[in-house]
């Protein structure tokens, strides 16, 4: 009758929304609430005492669990009591793991308003005694994977434990305090970060404070989460200064200090800065922790990405190198990973995109080893690279949709965004330009957010290069003003390629005013900037950007004979067996001479290929889809552009339609 919206909508509580308020209804089955108070009523004592105090677990908990948490008073035996509670069907097993129980939402909402004010405060204090302790006790006792195996199994009751605490106020500081280190290692594992940020900031007290009170380094943990927690999510400024604080003050070693403060300034883009913090970490861990192993890995593998960054891909290499060797020593296959993953980078660099591929694909099954979203997601981003510089865009998408999801849910902003920068890019060479368009503006927000101003900059540079392929120089000039002055580093290259998009663009307004000439040499200008290769990924990708545009300035696409050939370049097409592509081809074709830029919408599309046909709109929609595909797979790929609203061709090619006999040259 309501449809599932309207139904959440009015969902205020599972026990009221839903009544039979038929005369011969009994009055125990008219609404959801009487239904379960007819089967507590039929409950001995211990047995509502029991079930009242097992809603305190938010979610599946474990026999242990149930005895440290359920109180009877000597009224019965625990475990005894939750097996005829289940045998009841008020407790269920849960169906992911054996020895484990869980309340329905209805059954536990019902439950916990029949636990009274002073049993619930204690109850709650059991189980936040009981959860507490035992993820501090595994926190000594496992290692990080099953830690993070363990934390995830009680993710509810920390959950529930830190959502209590921060309504309690001053008498529960202690207790979120405790909640906040016990989930910490599973938040910045797996996400999400924001819930934890603001409870970090509900636990700031003076004693967290490193400026009001030095000498509380029971509280020096919670500042240093707080403040990685900020970086992450792209409070970098916020971030830096409390680690300068934490130093000042020597809340930590200096060695992880320093490079904390280099993580800062690599994700505000401040890259030759990082890499001297990161030397400076490096140097006084080497005085004051010479067998330091994880950290010295730890410092050398951060080194080879700013390295990389600045062009030094030889430098990089030997530290990837020498940092996976030790993880490789110490068995830490997170660490093998993310070194495994820059050297990756560093192959497609080089234009070893088969090896590049193959070493990101080693990166990426190790990392899901360690189940952390982090280091899979770097992983994966790096296959995404190899599979774009190699030219398979649909690979590259598919992993990089997933990727930048991951890497944004464990608040790696600078990291997701440059996954969506580049599915943006991806568009953009797919020809479909408001998505790219789309895709960039979002991850610019996200770089001017955290402060990244080169990577910021590369994307206006792209947005201002979209602009200039559609035919708007004027919008895209504009942008290109908004772009600090150039420096020495490889994103300058990528950024001085996509300018080249305007000049392409003032070639095409010179061969419509008649200027050929003028257009010619523009062209020639742009082909010589274009001649040698770049190395660095965003460099290599505008690179052939450029050229295809390049391209669309000169090719003609030629229909002939009613669709039945056509010529883009030097390519022939003999389209006289394909019906509905050669209908299509035509539409297209006549609606870019007589409305640029504008798309053509699906039903006309389907219109002109099956004229005669009766279809369902999902059917017709996927023949429009397959034709163009087969279309662009047969050279017309870089000319076809869509949308949600339709196809065009793209609106800097030269279009000739030829009737049927004129076998005239192309213009």
């Not at 038929?22 to 029991?50: F, N, V």
């Not at 054996?98 to 059991?126: G, N, S, W, Y």
């Not at 992880?256 to 006084?284: D, K, M, N, Q, V």
Request: net charge neutral.
């Amino acid at each position: 009758m309501f449809g599932a919206v309207p139904v959440l909508a009015r969902l205020g509580s599972f026990l009221d929304f839903l009544s039979d308020d038929r005369r011969e209804a009994p009055p125990d089955r008219r609404t959801l609430r009487s239904t379960i108070a007819w089967s507590w009523s039929l409950l001995a004592q211990h047995e509502r005492s029991a079930l009242a105090q097992c809603a305190v677990f938010p979610g599946a908990f474990d026999a242990e669990a149930a005895e440290h948490v359920v109180a009877l008073d000597g009224e019965g035996d625990v475990l005894a009591t939750v097996q005829a509670l289940r045998d009841k069907s008020l407790v269920i097993g849960d169906a992911a793991a054996t020895a484990r129980f869980r309340l329905l939402l209805p059954i536990r909402e019902f439950a916990l308003d029949q636990l009274a004010e002073v049993d619930a405060a204690q109850a709650r204090d059991r189980h936040a005694s009981y959860v507490l302790a035992r993820a501090e006790h595994r926190a000594g006792e496992l290692g990080e994977l099953s830690l993070l195996a363990a934390l995830e199994r009680d993710r509810d009751d920390l959950i529930a434990i830190v959502a209590r605490a921060r309504q309690g106020g001053a008498a529960q500081r202690e207790t979120l305090r405790r909640a906040l280190r016990a989930i910490a290692p599973l938040v910045l594992a797996r996400g999400p970060m924001q819930p934890l940020l603001e409870a970090l900031e509900d636990a700031a007290t003076p004693g967290l404070d490193p400026d009001a009170d030095a000498g509380a380094p029971h509280a020096a943990d919670l500042v240093l989460l707080h403040a990685r927690v900020l970086r992450r999510v792209g409070r970098i400024a916020e971030a830096e200064a409390i680690f300068a604080r934490a130093l000042a003050h020597r809340l930590a070693p200096a060695p992880y200090l320093h490079g904390e403060i280099a993580y800062c300034r690599f994700s505000a883009g401040c890259i030759p800065e990082a890499l001297a913090g990161w030397a400076r970490a490096r140097t006084a861990r080497a005085e004051i922790r010479p067998g330091d192993s994880a950290g010295e890995g730890s410092d050398l593998v951060r080194m080879a990405f700013a390295l990389r960054e600045l062009g030094g891909l030889d430098e990089a290499e030997v530290l990837a190198t020498d940092a996976r060797s030790i993880a490789q020593r110490r068995d830490d296959a997170g660490a093998e990973a993310t070194a495994l993953t820059i050297l990756s980078m560093i192959a497609c660099d080089r234009g070893a995109a088969a090896r590049g591929l193959r070493l990101a694909r080693e990166a990426v099954s190790l990392a899901r080893t360690t189940t952390s979203s982090f280091i899979e997601g770097i992983a994966l981003s790096a296959v995404a690279v190899a599979h774009h510089l190699a030219g398979e865009l649909a690979e590259a998408e598919l992993l990089l949709g997933p990727c930048q999801e991951r890497l944004a849910a464990v608040g790696l902003c600078r990291l997701a965004a440059g996954s969506l920068t580049f599915l943006g890019v991806i568009a953009w060479e797919q020809g479909e330009l408001p998505r790219a368009r789309a895709r960039l503006e979002d991850s610019l927000d996200l770089y001017r957010a955290i402060g990244d101003a080169r990577y910021a900059a590369y994307t206006i540079a792209a947005l201002g290069a979209i602009e200039a392929d559609e035919g708007q120089p004027a919008a895209a000039a504009h942008r290109f003003t908004e772009l600090p002055p150039d420096d020495d580093l490889p994103l300058s290259a990528a950024i001085a390629m996509h300018r080249l998009h305007l000049v392409l663009a003032e070639a095409r307004a010179a061969e419509a005013d008649g200027r050929r000439g003028d257009a010619a040499r523009l062209r020639a200008a742009v082909r010589r900037a274009l001649t040698e290769p770049p190395t660095a990924y965003e460099s290599r990708i505008a690179h052939r950007l450029c050229l295809a545009a390049l391209d669309h300035g000169t090719a003609t696409l030629v229909v002939r004979d009613g669709g039945a050939s056509c010529l883009i370049g030097e390519t022939a097409l003999d389209l006289a067996r394909r019906g509905a592509a050669r209908a299509l081809l035509v539409a297209l074709a006549q609606q870019r001479l007589a409305h640029p830029g504008q798309p053509i919408s699906w039903s006309q599309l389907v219109a002109a290929g099956w004229p005669a046909e009766r279809m369902l709109a999902h059917a017709a929609r996927n023949r429009v889809k397959v034709t163009i595909a087969w279309l662009r797979r047969a050279g017309l790929r870089d000319l076809i552009q869509s949308d949600e609203r339709g196809y065009w061709l793209h609106r800097g090619a030269r279009v000739v339609l030829r009737p049927a006999g004129d076998r005239g040259a192309a213009p």
